[in-house]
């Protein structure tokens, strides 16, 4: 039985590593889908967006509010 405990801890460490190989629009389009419905567009605007999901992604918030337009539209 222990070893059906520890084969879930391993799933939930694999999915942290997406997020470590995707840089730029791929990793700001990650980061918007896994948003609570909630928190996404309209219920919080394009700059708070950019501003919350743009650290690590080497885009500067207005250029992340940019890129977040296409991903907002193609995910409403």
Same mark, same amino acid.
């Given at each position: 039985?222990?070893?059906?405990? /520890?084969?879930?801890?391993?799933?939930?460490? !694999?999915?942290?590593?997406?997020? !470590?190989?995707? +840089?730029?629009?791929?990793?700001?389009?990650?980061?918007?889908? *896994?948003?609570? /419905?909630? !928190? *996404?567009?309209?219920? !919080?605007?394009?700059?708070?967006?950019? *501003?919350?999901?743009?650290?690590? +992604?080497?885009? +500067?918030?207005?250029?992340? *509010?940019?890129?977040?337009?296409?991903?907002?539209?193609?995910?409403?």
């Amino acid at each position: 039985m222990d070893e059906v405990l /520890a084969e879930p801890a391993d799933s939930g460490d !694999q999915s942290l590593e997406p997020e !470590q190989d995707l +840089t730029g629009v791929e990793l700001l389009e990650y980061r918007y889908l *896994r948003l609570a /419905a909630e !928190q *996404r567009f309209p219920n !919080q605007s394009a700059s708070s967006l950019a *501003r919350s999901l743009s650290p690590g +992604t080497g885009f +500067t918030e207005g250029t992340a *509010r940019k890129y977040l337009k296409p991903i907002i539209d193609k995910h409403s």
